[in-house]
């Protein structure tokens, strides 16, 4: 993402307030980030009900 920092920002509080949103009471949220020589990656993965594959 070529982006300035307050989006970044934004996107990763989206993907944590959705994750804690549509998990479980008690669920658990599992977030992970790495470096690569170009780019960083986030890994958001929770039990909340998820996308159905194939939606827009």
């Keep these: 993402m070529n982006d ?3 989006r ?3 996107v990763l509080n989206n ?3 959705n994750a804690v949103k ?3 009471h ?3 949220i ?3 980030t790495w470096g690569r020589p170009d ?11 998820g996308i159905e ?3 827009p």
Excluded: A, F, N
């Excluded at 960083?40 to 009900?49: H, K, P, Y």
């Design 26 to 28: 008690g669920g658990r």
């Design 30 to 32: 599992l977030v992970s």
């Design 22 to 24: 549509y998990s479980p």
């Design 53 to 55: 594959e194939g939606s």
């Design 15 to 17: 993907l944590l307030s």
């Design 39 to 49: 780019e960083v990656v986030t890994w958001v993965e929770d039990e909340g009900i």
């Design 8 to 10: 970044v920002t934004q």
């Design 4 to 6: 300035t920092p307050s």
